[in-house]
């Protein structure tokens, strides 16, 4: 650790740097980055491993900023420890298509592991993260070469810990013992709207005792010596995860605002920082840091020497374990094995030559059976509904608080689940899958909307997809979900028929690097279709003509999931009137949305009448069936009756499609 006058210049450069950025951007949050200066001194300059020419070393330890407002203080670090962030980019601050955006995003900045803002999720894909590192040791791991061996920090605030987010990931954390976790709590007491004690009056360190975690708590949090050696508290046991409860005055430094929420979200003004600057003897201009102060922070060469040493490992595990080493550096770099499109494709022509009534979760399970044994870094997980889903499969070895494993009982913690499951995704090495209701995706849905902004391949099994999941009512009957979920930017959204269609989401799914991926599975048992294997390929393209008309084409049928054998019985009843109709099953429209044109307008030729059938709201269906077609669904909440019940009930049935085609073709005509 370096002297008591070097560290308070190190953490001065972070307040200077951090005032300055957000007053030129005039808009930021200067004051957690000055009150948490000290403690990123110690953690960063004396215990993250990590090496700024390379963010992508797979054994560095992880850093998360789950407290996202204070960007400015991950920017600085960046900076000044020499990864490829300049001082250009920490003035072009919260700028359009700066490196340094508003909070820190992933893919924007060298060093940021997540995206992080809507607090509370930070922390939960730092469980994620630990969660991953403690699998991947499990598996990978040998007696004298441990290859994988590294720590997951995070910083949260009083906002964070408010989050109920926090709740459900510290609890299972402390409860899977991840040892290798270490939260730092900024306990300054304020919030936007000024002191919290009159709406945050918890006993955080009695919760994360509460939780099984290691707590050290009344830490100095500006006592750089202090955090220093409660961080090596933490590292020397591995049982429980560990927070560390600082005491820090936020906006350290501010004559006038230290202390304040006026120091929170708001720039601290050009007479405020004139002041700081004296206050805490910072003699530079903006902008402007010593070269000693640099010196003192570089990481360059440290990080080098301890990406060299982690190389010389895993070269020696190389040769001790080549196979093991091959699938490492595989699952590493993201890659699918080389036989994986073959096989996925002799998945669905099975299920296609074995036809069978089935459950389309029921035929995901069957998916999964087929595909783990060629794909290990599988890691399943459902929000205690694994009976309902059918996430488990024979081979599931559940993550305990002793070992790792390839699935995770994540107990009712919907929404902890998805933004763990994004946690293990941004460490890599796994490839997690989830599930839960389509109705409880609204609890998840704001670590789905992360997912998909952060370019993450999360695959989420939400069965139940409809009405048809009956007597449970409408509390649990999803009708907007599935049509909510499809206007999420970079979120690709399957409702399959059959155990074939079944089987092409679950590929499309993996194939998916930097798209996470809905699978809108039924609960009751559906037909089989039958297809060509042409038909069979064009699956992929996300829609395709699943019955071809045997005339001059009259209307189109659109149909989805459990409805689409509506529609085929439909088309052969109008077909008997002379009618001539196709049936298109649409099982992702953003597949199908991102196909050629010429390849659209052949699936759904322009000028011929259209009714869609989705047993879910309509009003999604107009941008295919247009203001003149008509769409067959339901467009109010359900209601608690047997499945075949409550489809004659809201005429979701072969009658209405047909009136639905006969109304189309007539007001067409």
């Known amino acids: 650790m370096a002297s008591s006058a070097n560290t308070r210049a190190m953490a001065n450069a972070i307040r200077a740097l951090s005032m300055d950025a957000v007053q030129k951007a005039n808009s930021g949050h200067p004051g957690m980055p000055m009150g948490m200066a000290e403690i990123a001194v110690a953690l960063w300059s004396g215990h993250l491993r990590h090496n700024p020419r390379n963010p992508n070393w797979f054994d560095r330890d992880r850093f998360v900023l789950s407290n996202g407002h204070g960007s400015m203080l991950i920017y600085s670090l960046l900076h000044l420890t020499g990864y490829d962030l300049s001082i250009d980019d920490l003035k072009d601050f919260r700028s359009l298509h700066s490196k ?373 009512g409408p509390t649990h009957q999803p009708v907007e979900q599935i049509a909510t979920l499809r206007l999420m930017p970079n979120l690709d959204v399957w409702r399959p028929c059959d155990a074939v269609e079944t089987a092409v989401a679950w590929q499309a799914a993996l194939e998916h690097g930097k798209t996470p991926t809905v699978l809108a599975l039924s609960r009751q048992n559906l037909k089989p279709q039958s297809r060509t294997p042409e038909q069979i390929a064009e699956i992929s393209l996300g829609g395709y003509v699943l019955v071809r008309e045997k005339a001059k084409l009259d209307a189109i049928i659109i149909a989805t999931g459990s409805e689409v054998d509506l529609a085929v019985s439909a088309q052969a009843r109008l077909e008997e009137q002379g009618i001539h109709t196709r049936v298109v099953s649409l099982p992702s429209t953003y597949l199908f949305d991102r196909q050629t044109k010429s390849y659209r307008e052949d699936v759904l030729p322009a000028g011929v009448p259209r009714v869609s059938v989705e047993a879910g709201v309509t009003d999604y269906w107009r941008k295919y069936v247009g203001l003149d077609g008509v769409c067959v669904g339901i467009d109010t909440f359900g209601e608690s009756a047997a499945p075949e019940v409550l489809f004659e009930h809201f005429k979701i049935n072969v009658d209405s499609v047909v009136d639905a085609v006969r109304q189309v073709v007539v007001r067409h005509g």
Request: aromatic share 8%.
């Open 100 to 472: 340094t955006p508003g909070h820190p995003e992933r893919g924007y900045t060298p060093g940021v592991e997540t995206t992080t803002g809507p607090l509370g999720q930070g922390i939960a894909n730092a469980v994620g993260m630990a969660i991953a590192e403690k699998i991947l040791a499990s598996e990978f791991n040998r007696p004298g070469y441990d290859i994988v061996d590294h720590h997951t920090y995070a910083f949260v605030g009083d906002g964070c810990l408010m989050e109920g987010i926090s709740h459900e990931a510290c609890s299972l954390a402390g409860t899977l013992g991840l040892g290798k976790l270490i939260v730092f709590y900024d306990d300054n007491g304020i919030s936007i709207d000024g002191h919290v004690e009159g709406w945050f009056s918890d006993d955080t360190p009695k919760r994360f005792e509460a939780y099984g975690w290691n707590v050290i708590a009344n830490i100095n949090g500006h006592d750089v010596a202090a955090v220093d050696a409660a961080i090596a508290a933490a590292k020397a046991q591995s049982d429980r995860p560990t927070i560390i409860c600082c005491k820090t005055v936020i906006g350290k430094g501010a004559p006038t605002k230290a202390g304040s929420h006026d120091s929170h979200g708001n720039p601290l003004g050009a007479e405020e920082i004139e002041r700081t600057r004296k206050a805490i003897g910072w003699p530079h201009a903006p902008f402007e840091v010593p070269q000693n102060v640099y010196d003192a922070w570089s990481a360059v060469e440290s990080g080098a020497v301890q990406e060299a040493d982690w190389e010389r490992r895993l070269e020696a595990y190389k040769v001790a374990y080549p196979k093991e080493a091959a699938d490492f550096i595989r699952r590493m770099n993201g890659e699918l094995p080389d036989n994986f499109g073959e096989l996925a494709k002799a998945v669905a022509a099975a299920a296609a030559s074995q036809p069978e009534t089935i459950a389309t979760r029921k035929a995901s399970l069957n998916t999964i059976q087929a595909l783990v044994t060629d794909l290990p870094e599988l890691v399943g997980g459902s929000a205690d509904l694994a009976s309902s889903n059918l996430t488990m499969w024979k081979g599931s070895k559940p993550v305990t608080r002793d070992d790792g494993g390839n699935y995770v009982y994540y107990g009712v913690r919907e929404f902890g689940m998805a933004a763990i499951m994004n946690g293990m995704l941004a460490h890599g090495g796994v490839r997690p899958f989830g599930g839960t209701y389509v109705m409880f995706s609204e609890y998840a849905r704001n670590a789905m909307r992360m997912a998909a902004l952060m370019k993450l391949g999360s695959i989420y099994v939400l069965t139940h997809d409809s009405i048809a999941l009956g007597q449970d």
